[in-house]
T-cell receptor, first 114, second 112 residues
Framework: DAGITQSPRHKVTETGTPVTLRCHQT?????MYWYRQDPGHGLRLIHY???????DKGEVSDGYSVSRSKTEDFLLTLESATSSQTSVYFCAIRAVRASTDTQYFGPGTRLTVL | QKEVEQDPGPLSVPEGAIVSLNCTYS??????FMWYRQYSRKGPELLMYTYSSGNKEDGRFTAQVDKSSKYISLFIRDSQPSDSATYLCAMSYTGTASKLTFGTGTRLQVTL
């Protein structure tokens, strides 16, 4: 258990509606990441954060925004959802454990945009 | 061309077989190499972590990195049905905020 929760775990929404996904961590890690996972593409980085109010874009950031007002929470917002944003979204934290410095993932949010 | 290439499978093997999973990459700056295991409808979990070239063993799992060939492998000995999952390779390099570049994953099925 990486100490990460994601909410909601499943969501169905309609094209054009705003959607916010939440990632919550309990271990006070500085770095947090949002990925999407699609068949044939693997995991692709959307945005990441390196501290409160410090964020940067990943490779597939168009159509997404993020916010981090507290260390423990990293929010991903789809301002106006499109069908191409139907995907599974994973949050991750960067942690050093047993001398490995890498990322640990949450359980995912399955989003369907109709 | 993708930075990291991984055969998507599916790969089906009988229980007890030795499994070989592989990734190739194009960016010679990659220094940290990982294998994640992902069960259906779950998040990826870290399985193996290797820095630079060489081998690392952990129980039935062995990770190999050959930087000269830009090729990494994961071997699973005495495979079990519980090893049935998708295996993702990932890699990163220094100074990138630990940003990972993933392969697309290989789906493995171990049959009784």
């Amino acid at each position: 258990d990486a100490g990460i929760t994601q909410s909601p775990r499943h969501k169905v929404t309609e094209t054009g509606t705003p959607v916010t996904l939440r990632c919550h961590q309990t271990e006070n890690h500085r770095y947090m990441y949002w990925y999407r996972q699609d068949p044939g593409h693997g995991l692709r980085l959307i945005h990441y954060s390196y501290g409160v109010k410090d964020t940067d874009k990943g490779e597939v950031s168009d159509g997404y925004s993020v916010s981090r007002s507290k260390t423990e929470d990293f929010l991903l917002t789809l301002e106006s959802a499109t069908s191409s944003q139907t995907s599974v979204y994973f949050c991750a934290i960067r942690a050093v454990r047993a001398s490995t410095d890498t990322q640990y993932f949450g359980p995912g949010t399955r989003l369907t945009v109709l | 061309q993708k930075e990291v290439e991984q055969d998507p499978g599916p790969l089906s093997v009988p229980e007890g077989a030795i499994v070989s999973l592989n990734c190739t990459y194009s960016n010679s700056a990659f220094q940290y190499f990982m294998w994640y295991r992902q069960y259906s409808r779950k998040g990826p979990e870290l399985l193996m972590y290797t820095y630079s070239s060489g081998n690392k063993e952990d129980g039935r799992f062995t990770a190999q990195v050959d930087k000269s060939s830009k090729y990494i492998s994961l071997f699973i000995r005495d495979s079990q049905p519980s090893d049935s999952a998708t295996y993702l390779c990932a890699m990163s390099y220094t100074g990138t905020a630990s940003k990972l570049t993933f392969g697309t994953g290989t789906r493995l099925q171990v049959t009784l």
